[in-house]
């Protein structure tokens, strides 16, 4: 069956319909690419037809875009990667421009047959990039539907034709964030912008696309850059204002990516050559330059875990063969912030939700969290008052334990304290069902003995949120050794229902995220110490990708949160624990009430509205920074190799069951330098025996929090990846 089929009306109008088999949204193959072009040579060539509407079978949407799938395949492909990519790519040009040009007579631009994209919806990815080479583009007035190029945000950038023609048919200061931001719109922003040239009524689209078609004229279908004459809007590269246009692109490029992500630079160059020459070779630069981009092993890696293994999770990729878990009742037990959010995100995805706090006054404070998130909706035109009254309507808050005997699901996240918890679910548990599910959210108390306090620990696991809950779209699930199939079934199903993105880790001291993140905080306060200037700590961070500096983070996440930690641990490891520097400098801080952003003092200094100034003057007192100064490169692998061993080591001791939750988790869960692909793409980026080799000499200069992981030395010794060996393709033997 093809994607694409085409029926000619009696008015002479060919419609092209986009109906991708199986899919709920269209995504393009490149049998589908085959099929749209001979649809539309077979219509241009017909004299029977005035013109073309290209449209899609699908309600609400036109298309997400390519399959990625393939483009990760299209560099393995043949002998020659590059020229196979670079033909593949330009083979998708010529389709496109085969549409652009319409027939037309190439000297007088005449004699082409108008053609116009109709957009039920949603136009992602080649999804805008098709409308874009058509000669006007229709969308209905469907304020759910978003319109635009996001392929930055994986690691890409538009190839298809979409960075050339958007950048000429807006200008480079326009196009810039569609571009380099990923910007999508709804359809009358998208109007605004210039993308879109007209926003009709969802049941006027076709008749007024078609109308179009019957009365354009020669003039109306041929492209500006086609036209005689043709400048750039705001100036090409060397037109005084398009000078400062790039220059300052080019700044701005380099201040928000730190140089670490190669997608971003390549789009900027192909604008920018591409602009100094006719449209035809722009085209070819933007291919080459997008060529260069899939042979980028960050971007390969970018396009595995924020596109092909987060899409592979949210589909239930680990979920236990079990029968649906869709939950139609969830008990939120605490109504503050993180249980606030956790009503929030359920009664937006149309769950009913029963929200429990010791005090009525704390519960509706909770619920009123999702009011005022709503009335910000609307002020944004986001949402509607009868939106807010619906899901308001969801949200029962209640001191009343008795309110929970329908609840297939009860979610608990109050203090974090194991009496507590135990006390809650007891109480719970008195009057809950005996087939429904508990989930305590806990970020460090071990999931195993808190179900000790459960009548049944088989319907007992964990579910981490990370904060803000609305915000953050990892959700770490957490396995006790009792758990069975049926909770982490409903776990899964509950998390994909939020519309968030689901690992499942088996249960550990820290489990995974924290597990990892906590010795890249005590790795930078540990160079603190050390005498490393703080602004070379912070510093190397970003520039290696990081969102946040180790000091940063802290500040943010509170000191005194670090200290509670920190002595549970000590109580925990005895004089196994390895962080006692790491101590000596936050109990210092924690001591003298300095405990970050929250009491506007801690690494950073603040000002009274709580706005970081700068690293706090008076810690160089305490901690004089050393006269020699570490290399960056040192630096930035003391921080990543901090993660990223404690990742492999949680692989090796079985929290972790997939490499690909490590990774999507990692860059979710709290931005693990997202360029790489996560720590095992990172891994597999410098390759097994380079990171052995680079443990060694750390483990020699700053100590055995380095040492090479045995399952890491191993995968040296025989020239193995993670991905091979650990893939879901694996090929490597094990």
């Known amino acids: 069956m093809t994607d694409f089929t085409m029926n000619t009306d009696a008015d002479g109008v060919a419609v092209i319909t986009w109906d991708t088999v199986g899919k709920s949204m269209n995504v393009m193959s490149q049998q589908g690419f085959a099929d749209l072009d001979a649809l539309v040579g077979q219509a241009l060539a017909d004299d029977a037809v005035k013109g073309i509407v290209i449209t899609s079978g699908k309600d609400g949407s036109f ?24 033909d593949g790519v330009m083979q998708m040009h010529g389709v496109l421009r085969r549409i652009e040009r319409a027939g037309m007579d190439p000297k007088t631009l005449k004699g082409g047959k108008p053609i116009a994209a109709a957009l039920p919806g949603t136009a992602l990815g080649i999804g805008l990039e098709i409308p874009l080479a ?17 392929e930055i945000m994986v690691g890409i950038f538009p190839g298809a034709g979409g960075t050339t023609r958007i950048s ?53 279908i041929v492209k500006p850059w086609d036209q005689k004459g043709y400048k750039m809007p705001g100036g090409a590269p060397y037109h005084p204002a398009g000078f400062m246009t790039f220059v300052g692109a080019s700044a701005m490029v380099n201040g928000n990516t ?61 979920r236990p063969d079990v029968a649906d878990q869709k939950v139609k ?130 319907k007992f696991i964990g579910i981490h949120f990370f904060s803000p809950v609305d915000k953050m779209n990892l959700v770490e699930i957490i396995r006790g050794k009792a758990t069975g199939d049926v909770a982490v079934a409903k776990a899964l199903d509950f998390v994909r229902q939020i519309r968030k993105t689901p690992i499942v880790v088996n249960d550990a001291r820290f489990f995974y995220a924290n597990r990892c993140i906590i010795p890249y905080i005590n790795e930078g306060i540990r160079m603190v110490k050390e005498g490393v200037a703080p602004a070379l700590i912070e510093n190397a961070a970003k520039l290696v990708g990081m969102p946040l500096g180790p000091l940063q983070l802290v500040d943010e996440t509170s000191i005194d949160l670090g200290v509670k930690i920190a002595k549970a641990t000590k109580a925990a490891m005895g004089d196994a624990y390895p962080d006692g520097e790491v101590d000596e400098v936050l109990f210092w801080m924690a001591d003298r009430g300095r405990m970050g952003r929250k009491s506007k003092s801690g690494f950073y200094a603040y000002d009274d509205a ?18 020699e100064q570490p290399d960056l490169v040192t630096v930035q692998h003391r921080l990543l190799f901090a993660q990223v061993l404690e990742a492999v080591r949680a692989l090796e001791d079985g929290v972790l069951t997939d490499i690909r939750e490590g990774d999507v988790g990692a860059i979710l869960g709290w931005g693990f330098a997202p360029w790489s692909g996560g720590p095992f793409s990172w891994l597999d980026i410098i390759g097994a025996p380079y990171a052995a080799e680079r443990c060694d000499q750390l483990q020699e200069r700053f100590g055995d929090r380095f040492a090479c992981p045995d399952l890491l030395r191993d995968m040296a010794d025989k020239g193995q990846s993670f991905y091979g060996r650990f893939g879901p393709e694996a090929e490597d033997a094990a």
Request: proline content about 4%; charged content about 25%; glycine content about 8%.
């Open 258 to 318: 730190m140089g670490v992500y190669p997608a971003a630079k390549a789009l900027l160059s192909a604008v920018y050559e591409g602009a100094l020459v006719p449209f035809d070779t722009a085209l070819k630069i933007e291919a080459r330059w997008f060529t260069h981009v899939l042979l980028n092993p960050s971007s390969s890696a970018m396009i595995r875990s924020l596109f092909i293994n987060k899409e592979a999770l949210e589909k239930g990729a680990n």
């Open 329 to 458: 009742q969830v008990g939120v037990i605490g109504a503050g912030m993180m249980g606030a959010g956790i009503a929030l995100v359920s009664a937006l995805a149309g769950i009913k939700v029963v929200l429990i706090d010791a005090k009525q006054e704390a519960a509706d404070k909770g619920k009123s969290y999702t009011a005022d998130y709503m009335d910000k909706g609307i002020s944004r035109k986001k949402a509607t008052p009868e939106k807010k009254e619906q899901v308001l309507g969801l949200i029962e808050a209640t001191t009343d334990y008795a309110a929970l005997k329908d609840c297939d699901l009860i979610v608990e996240a109050v203090f974090e304290d194991m009496g507590v918890k135990a006390d809650v679910t007891q109480k719970v548990q008195a009057v809950t069902g005996p087939d429904c599910i508990f989930a305590t959210n806990t970020s460090t108390l071990p999931i195993t003995e808190l179900a000790e306090a459960a009548t049944d620990a088989e």
């Open 63 to 86: 298309a997400g875009g390519m399959d990625l799938n393939i483009i990760a395949r299209m560099r393995d492909e043949g002998d020659d990667p590059a020229k196979g990519i670079f």
């Open 610 to 627: 709580g706005k970081r100034q700068g690293l706090w003057d008076e810690l160089g007192d305490k901690y004089p920074v050393a006269e």
């Open 168 to 220: 000429r048919k807006l200008g480079a200061m326009a196009a810039s964030p569609l571009l380099l931001q990923g910007k999508l719109n709804d359809p009358k922003g998208a109007q605004r912008a210039g993308i879109v040239d007209e926003v009709v009524a969802p049941e006027e689209l076709l008749e007024k696309a078609k109308a179009w078609v019957l009365q354009a004229k020669d003039a109306d």
């Open 134 to 150: 058509c000669h006007r583009i229709f969308a209905a007035d469907n304020p759910k539907a978003k319109i635009g190029l996001p």
